[in-house]
Nanobody, 121 residues
Framework: QVQLVESGGGLVEPGGSLRLDCAAAGDILVVHTMGWYRQAPGKQRELVAEITRSGSTNYEDSVKGRFTISRDNAKNTVSLQMNSLKPEDTAVYYC???????????????WGQGTLVTISS
């Protein structure tokens, strides 16, 4: 139905920057809220940042002032610019989107496959 494809993970030193991108494609009528979650080893998946279709944003406290989420409604994409990265940001990052599915006229959430972000010197 709908696929979310992430890109941009990798290894970076503490204090560095990375940008994650996610593109939604498929049977899409409209993409509502988009966001990024992360899951570190041995921990639960947690919200990092999310953005509504109108542009309202919400950030997890530890990333405020360091991460910026943005989206392009015309392209159904969401990005996460991550600056001043810390070792504790190491995790698998997942893209999530709430999508109005064209063929069913219902809304449901979709997840990307995850991209690994490693912060280490």
């Amino acid at each position: 139905q709908v696929q979310l494809v992430e890109s941009g993970g990798g290894l970076v030193e503490p204090g560095g920057s990375l940008r994650l991108d996610c593109a939604a494609a498929g049977d899409i009528l409209v993409v509502h809220t988009m966001g990024w979650y992360r899951q570190a080893p041995g921990k639960q998946r947690e919200l990092v940042a999310e953005i509504t279709r109108s542009g309202s944003t919400n950030y997890e406290d530890s990333v405020k002032g360091r991460f910026t989420i943005s989206r392009d409604n015309a392209k159904n994409t969401v990005s996460l610019q991550m600056n001043s990265l810390k070792p504790e940001d190491t995790a698998v990052y997942y893209c999530r989107a709430v999508v109005g599915v064209k063929s069913t006229y219902t809304s449901r959430e979709f997840w990307g496959q995850g991209t690994l972000v490693t912060i280490s010197s």
